[in-house]
Structures are given as C-alpha cells and as structure tokens.
C-alpha cells in the first residue's frame, strides 16, 4: 500500500557521507555465495547410508554457520574496505540539483551502484561477480609476433 503522506527524503540528505538514510533492503549475499546459510557436511535425510559410513563422517567438524547483516541495517554499519568506507555517495548532478539522484557506490563490489530520487529508488550491478582487491591482478600484454621473412610470404 502506497502512503501518500510520504514525502521523500532529499537528494542532499541521500547523498550524506554519513550513510545514515540507506539500509540494507533484502538478504546480504554470505561469503558461500547464497544469502541462505547451507551446511555442506548435513546429509538430506531422505539419504540412505550404511551406518560406517555415518560414523567416518561424525569425525568431521562441523562448519560455523554464516551471517550477514540484519534487514534495514543501516549502511553505515557496514565493515570498511581496505581503509576506506563500503559506500560511496554522490549525487548525478551539481549543476541541476531539482533532477539530481542521489548515488551510492559499493567500494566492496565494483559496478553496484544504489540510486534514489524522493520516494523512487532502484539497484543496479554491472561487472564480473569479483570483489574489490587491493593488489589487483593486471595481465602481461603478448609479446609483438617477430616478422621475418622466413615467416610471412611477400
């Protein structure tokens, strides 16, 4: 149900280096790539098993469960990246600022960005699934092929 009443919050306010106004929204994405918890060592129960191999597995330790932050936690909360905060803000335009968007820039997930105007908001991820890193990888550049004429008819 829409509330009518609701007037927004500005795009200034958005764009606060504070980060208080933004929460997380939906389920935070764990380090096992789900964002719902999955014990790999639990068997389904529906698996039948002899009772040796039961006992070899009872060896194992379980792992510890995984979490993320709570639904509308605020942003600012959120655990630094190499020294710097897990977001970003800006805001689209200075120079017309009634047509503005507030943006929010994950220094964690190159490419997702979080845009919001008054009541209007939406998310967006552009990249290759990879978080940042530091010393990240450049690759060596193929070495020029030698010409020769041996090689390459006239």
Request: no cysteine; hydrophobic share 40%; glycine share 8%.
């Given at each position: 149900m829409l509330n009518v009443d609701f007037e927004?919050?500005?795009v200034r306010e958005l764009a606060d280096p504070s980060l208080h106004n933004w929460v997380h929204h939906v389920q935070h994405i764990l380090p096992q790539g789900r964002c719902v918890w999955h014990n790999p060592v639990e068997k389904p129960e529906d698996d039948f098993e002899e009772e040796e191999e039961e006992e070899e597995r009872e060896d194992v330790e379980e792992p510890k469960p995984e979490s993320g932050p709570q639904l509308l936690t605020s942003i600012a909360e959120d655990e630094a990246v190499n020294g710097?905060?897990?977001w970003t803000p800006n805001i689209s335009s200075e120079l017309l600022p009634q047509y503005g968007l507030a943006i929010m820039r994950s220094n964690r997930w190159p490419g997702a960005i979080a845009f919001a105007k008054d009541r209007k908001f939406e998310n967006i991820y552009v990249g290759w699934a990879h978080k940042f890193d530091a010393d990240n990888y450049t690759h060596l550049h193929p070495l020029r092929p030698?010409?020769?004429t041996r090689?390459?008819?006239?």
């Open positions: 927004g919050i500005s710097m905060p897990a030698w010409r020769s090689w390459y008819p006239k």
